[in-house]
DNA sequence: CAGGATCCTAAAAGATACTG
DNA sequence: CAGTATCTTTTAGGATCCTG
């Protein structure tokens, strides 16, 4: 079990498919961009919503999320801390794209093994 | 320089998303879909598109695309050997997920850094 | 020409334990 | 609660040499 994403580095830095490429990478990246589409959320009911997701992914998926600017974090005062994981405006902009992994999945699918 | 992919596992083999990472996972297989969409090509066709890949990596993205049917495989008769990979009708419903990962690619480099 | 076979390295991911 | 720190394992990718 597991999640599988788009891991790897670009021939060139500026080509937009490698742009989106990198937004999506990472195991569990679509399932925690899902999870923030539809709303803020915590760094635990991100865990929640993927028990096999470990703490150390998620992290470093939410880390490299917000150094793209894809997702911003706010930290609530007090003790204990409490943080609210949000899509941003461009953040927001990944959202036809997970809508087309879908509807391609669902095409594979229905097609026949191969021609 | 390399070319980034989805590379990971799926949580859950049956979802669409996953079926549709799993077709453009791996380094350097948009670029090789790319190729494939403007017709078909032979393996040496596809290594000088991508001066970078070596031989391995792309035997492993071909030997993947033929798995999950999308990509085809014939070879001439006679001496030496010439082959012929296309992709199959199975592998051009990726096309409008490419034009997807394109068009956020390019709706992301034209967002300011965040918010 | 089109790969296969090896070996090696570099990341990514996972498990576990601990802290502000 | 929200992470950090380590360590170990896994896997992808790259380099080189060889073959039908």
Redesign the pocket.
């Given at each position: 079990?597991?999640?599988?994403?788009v891991?790897?580095?670009r021939p060139t830095a500026d080509c937009p498919v490698e742009v989106a490429l990198a937004a999506i990478?990472?195991?569990?990246?679509t399932l925690v961009l899902r999870d923030l589409m539809r709303g803020p959320r915590?760094?635990?009911?991100l865990?929640a919503g993927q028990p096999?997701?470990?703490?150390?992914?998620?992290?470093?998926?939410?880390?490299s999320l917000v150094a793209q600017g894809l997702v911003s974090?706010s930290?609530?005062p007090g003790?204990?801390?409490?943080?609210?994981?949000s899509l941003t405006s461009k953040g927001l902009l990944l959202r036809p794209l997970l809508e087309q992994l879908y509807r391609t999945g669902e095409a594979l699918l229905g097609e026949f093994p191969d021609h």
């Open positions: 079990m597991g999640h599988q994403t891991t790897w580095d990478s990472g195991r569990w990246a915590s760094f635990s009911q865990r096999s997701l470990s703490a150390k992914v998620l992290t470093e998926r939410l880390e974090c930290r609530s003790f204990p801390v409490r943080t609210s994981y």
